[in-house]
């Protein structure tokens, strides 16, 4: 390789290990449902994302959890102002995303990237795996020497366990483990120091998830990544993550680190999905207390009057069908719960 050529490894990290990279202040994406086949007029909204709240600190991993439809996909994407939030605001490394347009927010796009759920609809079929990857280089006309460029692209497909000279191939001729190192590969093109993983293992065998998962702490450990992992596998959630925020219709519900949450769950919400995930030893599956959730999730276009859980948590009372959603508050030293029972 070219002495001149970019290398993975010489990425700096800036500022400290710790600090808070990401600060999420009410963070609102709301959908708007309109009606009228001539004049289109808004009658409603859907409320995907409703005042969410958390930072990211440098160099560790937040696991955004919750059942399918609760928003965390949104969040992710709204974070990364793919969709425009709103309400709110999301600050990256001291400036604010939702204030940037044009060529300001295109510049720090180069410190946040994305890794999406389903490998194959996020890779272009008409484009080769080499011009995928290389596509955000010539976006950002970061290494006009196109040997250059092939030869980066190269050694991040051996960095992410893929033969270099697979470089030519299309993305069906891969299988989907294949496909999301071709994803994963892209996102680190420009060397981010942020990275949202959009549910990155739940579209593959169970056989290929650890591989991929050990893939990105490795890389993380190397490159001094930060992720906001999205996910609804708890048990891979427990692994990976250091600290672990709840959602559900749109709010975070619980908020602390993995242990804290796992070991102590306050939200009835977060009680309701642990007791979900199996127990390998048969003596403390048949022991342990299993909290079911009755019902169906609300619309998020028309969600409770009280507390947006009171329709199907198991503990409610009268304060959680007549007060507006609890706030999110802080029962012990970095452990959040938005819950009445909690509180009273």
Known sequence: MSSTAPTLQDKSKKGKMGETILSVKNLKKHFPISAGFILQREVGAVKAVDGVSFDVKRGETLGLVGESGCGKSTTGRTILQLYRPTAGTVEFEGRDLTALKGNELRQMRKEMQIIFQDPFASLNPRMTVGSIVSEPLQIHNLYPNKRERQEYVEALLERVGLNPYFINRYPHEFSGGQRQRIGIARALALRPSFIVADEPISALDVSIQA????????????????????????????????RVAVMYLGKIVELGTTKEVYDNPLHPYTQ???????????SKEASRRRLIIKGDLPSPANPPAGCNFSTRCPVSFDLCYQDPDPELIEHSPGHWAACHRVAY
């Open 211 to 242: 591989q991929v998962v050990n893939l990105m702490e490795e890389l993380q450990e190397e490159l001094g990544l930060t992720y906001l992992f999205i996910a609804h596998d708890l048990s891979m959630v427990r692994h990976i993550c250091d």
């Open 272 to 282: 309701a999905l642990l007791s979900a995930v199996p127990e390998p030893d048969p």
